[in-house]
């Protein structure tokens, strides 16, 4: 299917875990991000990437991981969740870093208990 | 200071209305702006774009900038039920060099 996805779209998980949020997107686009949304700060941005192997530090990234090693593909993974880590979390994609309106995918809810 | 503000709301509208969403922003270098809608308990999805002074008109939806005031508007003409959402200014900061910042968004709620 055309477009961007996210998987798994909920995620319950333990305190301490490592727990891996997946991105795919079809259009080629050079830029991905992933964001947070928690009640009271909006979306706030964790890390982007403007192509393969070529990743950034947002406002919030600490305790995150990113990688893309494909254009396609952009993971997020929590190296050791923690509870301030339950949040909705959006991935996007654009064709640039601002001239340009962000495509979201449908989010991923997860929980740490 | 926020980079982007907004009045959380809820901004309640009856249908037909005409809806008045604002927005403030701090860096003076911001050159995109734009505006996304997000139901509740789904994605944001972008409705309308601005870059330069002035209204831009998109259906029933116009996007007002004033650069100068560092403010940002979004309205909706004949508000509908549907129209009932969170409504996100996003902006791009530091002349483009930077990604998107949001604001916490607007609720609308459009009284039938």
């Known amino acids: 299917d055309a477009g961007i996805t996210q998987s798994p779209r909920y995620k319950i998980t333990e305190t301490g875990r490592q727990v891996t949020l997946m991105c795919h997107q079809t259009?080629?686009?050079?830029?991905m991000f992933w964001y947070r949304q928690d009640l009271g700060h909006g979306l706030r941005l964790i890390y982007y990437?403007?192509?393969?192997?070529?990743?950034d530090k947002g406002e919030v990234p600490d305790g995150y991981v990113v990688s893309r090693s494909k254009t396609e593909n952009f993971p997020l993974t929590l190296e050791s969740a923690t509870r301030s880590q339950t949040s909705v979390y959006f991935c996007?994609?654009?064709?640039?870093?601002?001239?340009?309106?962000?495509?979201f995918g449908s989010g991923t809810r997860l929980t740490v208990v | 200071q926020k980079e982007v503000e907004q009045n959380s709301g809820p901004l309640s509208v009856p249908e037909g209305a005409i809806a008045s969403l604002n927005c403030t922003y701090s860096?003076?270098?911001?050159?995109?702006f734009f505006w996304y809608r997000q139901y509740s308990g789904k994605s944001p999805e972008l409705i309308m774009s601005?870059?330069?002074?002035g209204d831009k008109e998109d259906g029933r939806f116009t996007a007002q900038l004033n650069k100068a005031s560092q403010y940002v508007s979004l309205l909706i003409r004949d508000s509908q039920p549907s129209d009932s959402a969170t409504y996100l200014c996003?902006?791009?900061?530091?002349?483009?060099?930077?990604?998107?910042?949001f604001g916490s968004g607007t609720r609308l709620q459009v009284q039938p």
């Open positions: 996007a994609s654009s064709e640039s870093l601002g001239n340009y309106g962000y495509t």
């Open positions: 259009w080629s686009h050079s830029y």
């Open positions: 990437s403007a192509a393969a192997d070529i990743t």
């Open positions: 860096d003076r270098g911001s050159q995109s």
């Open positions: 601005i870059y330069s002074n």
């Open positions: 996003a902006v791009t900061p530091d002349t483009g060099r930077r990604a998107l910042t």
